[in-house]
């Protein structure tokens, strides 16, 4: 176990009992921060400068696709059901999924990203599966790997009201692959929930991922024309609801399901972009549920959804949600019992930390810059003035602007570069699955 000492960088901790510290240190030893301040010692340890960069918690990207990045750039959150959900799952191999998953994984860490929750609809098989896993591992990055229903098996008979119970290969999957809930990738499941399956189905799913002991994601409040927002409604009816329980989207959430989400300690996931983009591709003019959530009680978590459609990371999602809550605030100012909400840089940067942590339920081991945590930071390289907020530097940052990541303390990026061999297998493992899926098709090859 090796100590690593980040020196001299702003380090903003999000940790209330620390808060931020100008020119402070971070001490790692093995994968764990053993302590935060100024003019830390460590004999022999490897230094890390962060001089005039801001040192913040590794960001989690609460709700992505990562299988898509192998596809990125063939769709967008309005034409996903054509170019994402039909055709292209049917060709993808085992070797499909590595090849992308590996990608979307790296692709996030060299955009800041530490921990993300990977909801893989990919699954046709269980090699296919087995190839998810591999990638995640493979990357370094810390994920959760939720494992959901094939889009590619005959698609409508899982998503449209459908009687088909979650696939029985988890139970391997987590007996076999991800039964250690320490380790750096664990296991979740990706469930349909009421807005696509019976509610019989619905209830023997949660009842499965209970008794494998895995937290649950479900896609909740969608724009009308792919769910049928009735999710709160059933999950309180049948007494699913939970801490265990995490919502991605809801743009079509009411007041009394946020309310009954924080009642039951669940979470909440937007994705900003993806929202705006699927809300007004169907005129129906909706706003990412950040605000909402907010004012009922919730610390919503971010998630960049799509990466098929070459997303911007969370830094872009951090400025969406801002925007989006600034223009639903000039929206509602006139109507009549709604309180615009009013969101700052830092609530933005602690959606994307500190709530994706609470959302994945890693909340005591990642999230914040504290000793006993996890070694997962994220090092900025931006220019601030003493006056300037650091998070409101951070919101101004973009990939090319992420000097260091370390996961578990590891650096996997330095000086601005991806570290390690998977970073240098991963373009050409996309480009051979790029050319094997684009075989008589017409695509060419990104």
Same mark, same amino acid.
């Given at each position: 176990?090796?100590?690593?000492?980040?020196?001299?960088?702003?380090?903003?901790?999000?940790?209330?009992?620390?808060?931020?510290?100008?020119?402070?240190?971070?001490?790692?030893?093995?994968?764990?921060?053993?302590?935060?301040?100024?003019?830390?010692?460590?004999?022999?340890?490897?230094?890390?400068?962060?001089?005039?960069?801001?040192?913040?918690?590794?960001?989690?990207?609460?709700?992505?696709?990562?299988?898509?990045?192998?596809?990125?750039?063939?769709?967008?959150?309005?034409?996903?059901?054509?170019?994402?959900?039909?055709?292209?799952?049917?060709?993808?191999?085992?070797?499909?999924?590595?090849?992308?998953?590996?990608?979307?994984?790296?692709?996030?860490?060299?955009?800041?990203?530490?921990?993300?929750?990977?909801?893989?609809?990919?699954?046709?098989?269980?090699?296919?599966?087995?190839?998810?896993?591999?990638?995640?591992?493979?990357?370094?990055?810390?994920?959760?790997?939720?494992? $959901?229903?094939?889009?590619?098996?005959?698609?409508?008979?899982?998503?449209?009201?459908?009687?088909?119970?979650?696939?029985?290969?988890?139970?391997?999957?987590?007996?076999?692959?991800?039964?250690?809930?320490?380790?750096?990738?664990?296991?979740?499941?990706?469930?349909?929930? *009421?807005?696509?399956?019976?509610?019989?189905?619905?209830?023997?799913?949660?009842?499965?991922?209970?008794?494998?002991?895995? *937290?649950?994601?479900?896609?909740?409040?969608?724009?009308?024309?792919?769910?049928?927002?009735?999710?709160?409604?059933?999950?309180?009816?049948?007494?699913?609801?939970?801490?265990?329980?995490?919502?991605?989207?809801?743009?079509?959430?009411?007041?009394?399901?946020?309310?009954?989400?924080?009642?039951? $300690?669940?979470?909440?996931?937007?994705?900003?972009?993806?929202?705006?983009? !699927?809300?007004?591709?169907?005129?129906?003019?909706?706003?990412?549920?950040?605000?909402?959530?907010?004012?009922?009680?919730?610390?919503?978590?971010?998630?960049?959804?799509?990466?098929?459609?070459?997303?911007?990371?969370?830094?872009?999602? !951090?400025?969406?949600?801002?925007?989006?809550?600034?223009?639903?605030?000039?929206?509602?100012?006139?109507?009549? $019992?709604?309180?615009?909400?009013?969101?700052?840089?830092?609530?933005?940067?602690?959606?994307?930390?500190?709530?994706?942590?609470?959302?994945?339920?890693?909340?005591?081991?990642?999230?914040?810059?504290?000793?006993?945590?996890?070694?997962?930071?994220?090092?900025?390289?931006?220019? !601030?003035? *003493?006056?300037?907020?650091?998070?409101?530097?951070?919101?101004?940052?973009?990939?090319?602007?992420?000097?260091?990541?370390?996961?578990?303390?590891?650096?996997?990026?330095?000086?601005?570069?991806?570290?390690? *061999?998977?970073?240098?297998?991963?373009?050409?493992?996309?480009?051979?699955?790029?050319?094997?899926?684009?075989?008589?098709?017409?695509?060419?090859?990104?």
């Amino acid at each position: 176990m090796s100590t690593l000492l980040i020196r001299s960088g702003h380090v903003t901790s999000l940790d209330e009992s620390i808060g931020e510290i100008p020119d402070g240190d971070v001490l790692i030893d093995g994968d764990t921060i053993t302590a935060v301040g100024r003019g830390l010692e460590a004999p022999g340890a490897r230094v890390v400068d962060a001089a005039g960069k801001i040192v913040i918690p590794g960001l989690v990207d609460a709700h992505r696709h990562v299988w898509q990045s192998a596809i990125s750039g063939e769709a967008s959150p309005d034409n996903c059901l054509g170019a994402v959900l039909a055709e292209p799952p049917d060709r993808y191999g085992p070797e499909d999924v590595y090849a992308g998953v590996l990608r979307g994984a790296l692709r996030a860490i060299d955009s800041g990203v530490t921990t993300v929750a990977d909801w893989s609809q990919i699954i046709t098989t269980p090699a296919h599966a087995d190839e998810n896993v591999r990638a995640l591992r493979d990357s370094g990055i810390r994920a959760l790997f939720l494992y $959901g229903p094939p889009i590619g098996d005959d698609v409508m008979k899982w998503f449209a009201e459908s009687t088909v119970r979650h696939p029985a290969d988890v139970r391997r999957v987590r007996s076999e692959l991800l039964c250690d809930d320490t380790a750096r990738v664990t296991m979740g499941l990706a469930l349909r929930g *009421p807005e696509f399956s019976t509610p019989e189905v619905t209830a023997a799913d949660f009842g499965l991922a209970r008794e494998l002991g895995v *937290p649950i994601s479900i896609r909740s409040g969608l724009p009308a024309y792919l769910g049928r927002s009735r999710t709160i409604d059933t999950l309180d009816r049948l007494g699913l609801l939970g801490p265990d329980v995490h919502h991605a989207h809801g743009v079509r959430f009411s007041g009394t399901d946020l309310d009954r989400i924080a009642a039951t $300690g669940g979470s909440v996931v937007a994705c900003p972009m993806a929202d705006v983009s !699927m809300a007004r591709a169907t005129g129906t003019g909706r706003f990412p549920v950040t605000g909402r959530a907010v004012a009922h009680g919730l610390l919503p978590a971010l998630g960049t959804d799509l990466a098929a459609d070459g997303s911007a990371g969370l830094f872009g999602e !951090m400025r969406r949600a801002l925007a989006s809550e600034r223009e639903r605030a000039i929206a509602v100012a006139s109507t009549h $019992g709604e309180t615009p909400v009013h969101l700052t840089a830092r609530d933005a940067l602690r959606f994307a930390t500190v709530a994706g942590a609470a959302a994945l339920g890693l909340g005591g081991r990642i999230g914040t810059i504290s000793p006993g945590k996890r070694a997962d930071l994220t090092i900025v390289d931006g220019p !601030m003035a *003493p006056w300037r907020d650091p998070a409101a530097v951070v919101l101004e940052s973009r990939a090319a602007d992420v000097d260091t990541v370390i996961i578990d303390g590891e650096v996997v990026k330095h000086a601005g570069r991806l570290a390690g *061999p998977a970073a240098r297998r991963a373009s050409h493992l996309r480009e051979a699955s790029h050319r094997r899926l684009s075989a008589g098709t017409g695509l060419v090859p990104a």
